[in-house]
């Protein structure tokens, strides 16, 4: 009797400890999912409630330790109230079908449109949030033989309290860097109009002369292959409290980005770099770490 009682009951036990461990595993499964499920709606809501905590706490960080895929993360739809729906009904021909941008929500923000480009300004930093351009080969060659004429000017759009002039550049130690270059502008008109202060952010020297002009040209380049458009987005990205130059305190960006998205083949790829001597021009970053790093859904809403 004693040898037929081990093979009864020991089989009894291995099948109640892996029940009993399946039922944790779920347990704790359930537990994560209805916490970060919970996390998420508290933090709509709050953004809904109370949108400036929107600049104080992130979710993604909390929501990547959960397990959400970064690309989850960051495609999750902005809150109401703490963004922004851009128009541009004088200037759509310049964003792709999918609409035109959707940026966090600020005071003194200002849409401009000029016969090649389109601006999003910010009269807080005096710069643009974003330069959106349509580009195509025919452009990229008719903007070979336009000459440039380095006539900088004040934006006279802008209330003069929200606007850039020259003397805050004067000695500041930085270039007036071109959100949209002078080398895209495919008309002489377009060519002047480009060097409006408000398509311009305090950039380096080094990283404006070096690293970014071999972005803007290797994004010619491309152009110069695609089959049909191509939609290019460039601005600054601010870190902190950023500093600033002359008398109109002018922000001087920590970043700049310049998102390129192909209409025919739905590509997009985003350069990042710092406004730096040491920047490089490296690899593309996608553009979900774009916009979770910057909150900007330039290609319309997700």
Known sequence: MARNKKPVHRPKRRTASRRSTRSRSNLARFLKAFSSSALLAFGLASAVLHPQWRDQVSLAPLLEQWGWPQ???????????????????????????????????????????????????????????????????????????????????????LPAAERAVLADYRNSGYSRGHMAPAGDMHTPQAMEQSFSLANMVPQNQVQNAGAWNRIEQDTRKYIMRAQGDVYVFTGPVYSGEPARIGQGRVAVPAYLYKVVHDARTGR?????????ELAAAGRPISYESFVQRTGLYLLGRP
């Open 71 to 157: 690309q989850t993360v960051a495609a999750l739809p902005p809150s109401a109230g703490a963004y922004a729906q851009t128009r541009f009904t004088q200037c759509r021909q310049f964003f792709p079908a999918q609409g035109t941008p959707l940026v966090p929500s600020g005071r003194g923000l200002r849409e401009l449109c000029f016969d090649a480009f389109a601006i999003l300004h910010n009269g807080g930093t005096k710069t643009p949030v974003f330069v959106a351009q349509r580009l195509n080969r025919r452009m990229i060659q008719q903007a070979r033989g336009v000459e440039r004429r380095d006539r900088f000017y004040a934006e006279a759009r």
């Open 268 to 276: 997009t790829w985003v350069h990042w770099q710092p406004n730096s």
